[in-house]
C-alpha cells in the first residue's frame, strides 16, 4: 500500500519569502515521486518528479525537491515566491511496476502568496 | 505538443441521468487513467487501462464503468447519476513501456470534465 501527508493543508507566505510545502510519503516499493500544481478551476500540471536517480529534484518556474528515503520525505522549495504561485500543490506517489501504476495524491496544500 | 484531451469540458445532468466522458491520450500513448476529483478533494483514481484491458481499479462505484478502444480513446460512462457524482473528472495517459522500463510512472493529464449533477 502507498500513501501520501501533506503536513500543512494551508501554506501564507509573503512575496518574494521562500516557500517550503512538506511531505511525507510511505510506500512498500521503490517510489516514483512527484509534485503537481493546480490553479482554481484548471488541470494539473506536474511541476517535477523523482525517479530513483538524483535525489535534489528540479522543476520547473524555480521549485525544487528532495528526495529524502531516511525520513520517508519529499518536500518541495522555492527560494522566492511569485504571486503567480499562489495554488493548489499536490505531492503524489506512484508505486512503480510491483504496487500498481495509479497515482496516489496528497490531500493537498494551498499556497497563498501576500504581496 | 499534443495533450490528453477531454471532452466535454463541462455537463450538467440531472439526478439518475446518464453520462460518458471522452478521453484521447497523447498520440502514441497505450495506457489511460481516470481520476474523479470532489469539491476540495484530491483526486481519487478510479480505473485505467492498458491496451484495451483493465489494468487496475480504484474507488470506482458499482454504476460507473469504462472502456479503452482500439484507437486508445477511452470512455467513462456513469449511470444512475447522483448529486455526490458532481466533481472533476481527469483522464491521464502513459506509456506501458516507459513505466516499466525506467520506473518512471509519470502520467500526463487533461484539462478535465467538470460533471455537475442537479
Known amino acids: 500500500a502507498q500513501s501520501v501527508t501533506q503536513l500543512d493543508s494551508h501554506v501564507s507566505v509573503s512575496e518574494g519569502t521562500p516557500v517550503l510545502l512538506r511531505c511525507n510519503y510511505s510506500s512498500s516499493y521503490s517510489p516514483s515521486l512527484f509534485w503537481y500544481v493546480q490553479h482554481p478551476n484548471k488541470g494539473l500540471q506536474l511541476l517535477l518528479k523523482y525517479t530513483s536517480a538524483a535525489t535534489l529534484v528540479k522543476g520547473i518556474n524555480g521549485f525544487e525537491a528532495e528526495f529524502k528515503k531516511s525520513e520517508t520525505s519529499f518536500h518541495l522549495t522555492k527560494p522566492s515566491a511569485h504571486m503567480s504561485d499562489a495554488a493548489e500543490y499536490f505531492c503524489v506517489v506512484s508505486g512503480g511496476n510491483n504496487a500498481g501504476n495509479m497515482l496516489t495524491f496528497g490531500g493537498g496544500t494551498r499556497l497563498m502568496v501576500k504581496p | 505538443a499534443a495533450g490528453v484531451i477531454q471532452s466535454p469540458r463541462h455537463l450538467i445532468k440531472e439526478k439518475r441521468e446518464t453520462a460518458t466522458l471522452k478521453c484521447y491520450p497523447i498520440?502514441?500513448?497505450?495506457?489511460v487513467y481516470w481520476y474523479q476529483q470532489g469539491p476540495g478533494q484530491d483526486p481519487q483514481f478510479l480505473i485505467s487501462f492498458y491496451e484495451k484491458m483493465q489494468s487496475d481499479k480504484g474507488s470506482i462505484p458499482d454504476r460507473f464503468s469504462a472502456q479503452q478502444f482500439s484507437d486508445y480513446h477511452s470512455e467513462l460512462n456513469m449511470s444512475s447519476l447522483e448529486l455526490g457524482d458532481s466533481a472533476l473528472y481527469f483522464c491521464?495517459?502513459?506509456?506501458?513501456?516507459?513505466?516499466?522500463?525506467?520506473?518512471?510512472?509519470?502520467?500526463?493529464f487533461g484539462p478535465g470534465t467538470r460533471l455537475t449533477v442537479l
Open positions: 491521464a495517459s502513459s506509456l506501458w513501456a516507459s513505466s516499466w522500463a525506467s520506473g518512471d510512472n509519470e502520467q500526463f
Open positions: 498520440p502514441r500513448h497505450d495506457t
